[in-house]
Structures are given as C-alpha cells and as structure tokens.
C-alpha cells in the first residue's frame, strides 16, 4: 500500500480555505488564537458520517465550553452539505473539499482498507489544531460511532 503522507502533532497545520454549505469561504486563520477540531469523512449523509456529525452536534456546547470549535471536511458539494447540515441540525461548518486537495494535504485522502479490500479514498481523521496553527492532536482511521466521547476523554473536555 502507497504511503499517505501524514501529519503529526508538532505539526504546522497546513492552511485552507474552502466553501460552507452556503458557499461561504471558511479559512482554519479564522480560527487563529483558539483551538479547532478539524475532522475529515468521507459523505455526508451515510450512515456512520451522519453518526459521527450528530455527535459532534450533541456534544458542541462542551467543546465550545472548553475553548474549542468544530468543523467538518468532506468532498461534498455545498448544496448537499446544506441538506445534511438542515436535516441533522448541525451548527458547526461543514465544508467542501471536491477536488481533494485539503484532504490530501492532511494525509485524510489516500489509499486504506475497506473490507478487506485497497482502495483509494477519505481516510476518516480527526485533529486538533492549537490556537497558534500547531497539530495538537492527529488521529486517522477513526471509528465514527463513539469517536467523539472518546475524543472528549482524550482531551479531559
């Protein structure tokens, strides 16, 4: 299997700017002096992307009570991010990555495992960036179900 380059934490964040559901740009320097979880699935509306995002949606108050914020990376279009964001609820960005550069730039697009089989795709990630661009925190090939709690015990939140 192909190596993926991968980030590590000590990390400088690679910098992106992306459209929201609204098409709306969101860059990570508008995070700049606060903490930012920044994590990668692969479409919206499957079943374990949308269990991953309502659990980010049932525990944001927490995280955005200890100093962090949340957005979600995908190679979805904003018109389908909209959709997903309106039918679950979400109040954090999701933002849309078709062309894959962000992803890849983050080691979240490459080859991985999917029953048993190589294939090329989203690598299901999770980082924390700290309040000066730094990767705090770098996790890849995540569980989407039960993925947050234990994000939340990792981070004492």
């Known amino acids: 299997m192909a190596a993926t380059n991968r980030l590590s934490v000590g990390d400088n964040a690679p910098q ?27 479409a919206a509306s499957t079943p374990g992307c949308t269990k991953q995002a309502c659990d980010f949606r049932d525990n944001l108050a927490e995280l955005e009570d200890s100093g962090i914020a949340v957005v979600g990376i995908s190679p979805d279009r904003p ?6 964001a309106e039918a679950q609820g979400l109040t954090f960005p ?5 062309d ?12 991985k495992k999917l029953y048993g089989k190589t ?7 999770t980082f924390l960036v700290d309040e000066d661009g730094t990767i705090a925190l770098a996790q890849y090939n995540v569980r989407a179900t039960g993925h947050v709690l234990k994000l939340r015990r990792d981070l004492s939140v």
């Open 16 to 42: 992106f700017t992306l459209p929201d559901a609204h098409e709306t740009p969101v860059s990570l320097s508008d995070y700049a002096g606060r903490k930012v979880i920044v994590y990668f699935y692969p």
């Open 119 to 125: 294939v090329t795709g989203v690598i299901r990630s």
């Open 100 to 111: 894959k550069k962000v992803l890849t730039e983050w080691g979240a697009f490459g080859e």
């Open 94 to 98: 999701l933002l849309s990555d078709p």
């Open 79 to 84: 018109v389908k991010l909209q959709k997903f």
